[in-house]
């Protein structure tokens, strides 16, 4: 027979506590959270799906959370959490390939919000927008987001 995955009290609590890290880490550097050159340092929990499959619905909540308050409006809800999402989904796809765990906010970010930036609220110059933001990306999810994934995969059990 079968065994099917149950969504379990533990589960839930995971996910909520990652969407609370996120959202309170995003608005409490809302300073450096937001905008063309942005280090959004909530986005280094990104490699949190490499560990358990409920750091994807927790990054996605807590990125709509956090932009709720974003200064660029429903655009940044709908764009910002829908690039969370696609980059939690592919991080965890990557798993098995821990240095690529955190590529995909690193490209979806810089794809998307740097394309919500330049079309959308006029940044001037697309690939420089571009760039800006997976740069901020890159410090995110490479720089913290790399060692906070060895430093919690020593504690993978928690997760499971």
């Not at 990104?46 to 807590?62: D, E, N, R, S, Y």
């Not at 709509?64 to 200064?71: D, E, G, L, R, T």
């Not at 690193?106 to 800006?132: K, T």
């Amino acid at each position: 027979m079968k065994e099917t995955k149950k969504l379990t009290t533990k589960k839930v609590v995971i996910a909520a506590m990652i969407a609370a890290i996120y959202a309170v880490l995003t608005i409490v550097l809302a300073p450096i959270s937001y905008g063309p050159i942005q280090v959004r340092l909530s986005e280094a929990l990104t490699v949190l799906p490499a560990l358990t499959p409920m750091g994807i619905p927790g990054l996605f909540v807590g990125c709509i959370v956090a932009n709720i308050i974003s200064p660029y409006g429903l655009v940044d809800l709908v764009l910002g959490s829908l690039a969370t999402l696609i980059a939690a989904i592919a991080s965890y796809k990557l798993k098995d390939h821990p240095w690529l765990v955190p590529l995909p906010p690193v490209i979806s970010n810089g794809l998307i919000i740097g394309s919500m930036l330049h079309f959308s609220y006029g940044v001037p110059n697309l690939p420089a927008c571009m760039g800006w933001v997976a740069l901020g990306e890159f410090l995110a999810c490479y720089v913290i987001g790399m060692p906070l994934l060895k430093l919690l995969g020593r504690y993978d059990r928690f997760f499971k």
